[in-house]
């Protein structure tokens, strides 16, 4: 295990499809976090990570989670595995960003936030248009 600065947040991504490359380019050009890892069962998608941005890549996510110096986790994954994916983050002690929707049922996701209280862990949708400028315009007019 390597040594960071304490005020470094660790990421790892989990789901390299669609979304996920894009938080991996964001949270390795912020100052404060860097991608350690990143997770998707397809090859194709591993590999176009590692080529871009030199980032270890492994096809099963649970590689991921038994990482101690994996601060937190961005599920970008189908809604039909967020639950399993944000549950078995949370249980390894991890912060989760996770892209909308949470999950299919609310009660999966009143459980998730349960637990994230339970563990003293961050849990956060993700929503794209939150902060646009173009959106907030709109909410003022």
């Known amino acids: 295990m390597t040594t960071k600065p304490s005020d470094i947040l660790n990421i790892a991504v989990i789901g390299l499809g ?25 090859a194709k998608n591993r590999d176009r ?39 078995a983050a949370l249980e390894a002690g991890k912060h989760v960003l996770c892209e909308k929707p949470l999950t299919h049922k609310a009660d999966d996701a009143w459980e998730l936030v349960r637990l994230a209280a339970d563990k003293k862990r961050q849990l956060m949708t993700g929503h794209i248009f939150l902060f646009n400028p173009g959106i907030e315009y709109l909410e003022k007019a």
């Not at 590692?50 to 601060?71: C, M, S, W």
């Not at 961005?74 to 809604?79: D, E």
């Open 18 to 42: 669609r979304w996920g490359p894009n938080h991996v380019r964001n949270f390795s050009n912020l100052s404060g976090s860097q991608v350690v890892a990143a997770a998707d069962i397809e």
């Open 49 to 87: 990570i590692q080529a871009n941005f030199g980032v270890e890549t492994v096809d099963d996510y649970r590689k991921i989670l038994d990482r101690p110096e994996v601060d937190a986790v961005v599920v970008c994954t189908p809604t039909a595995t967020h639950f399993e994916i944000v549950k």
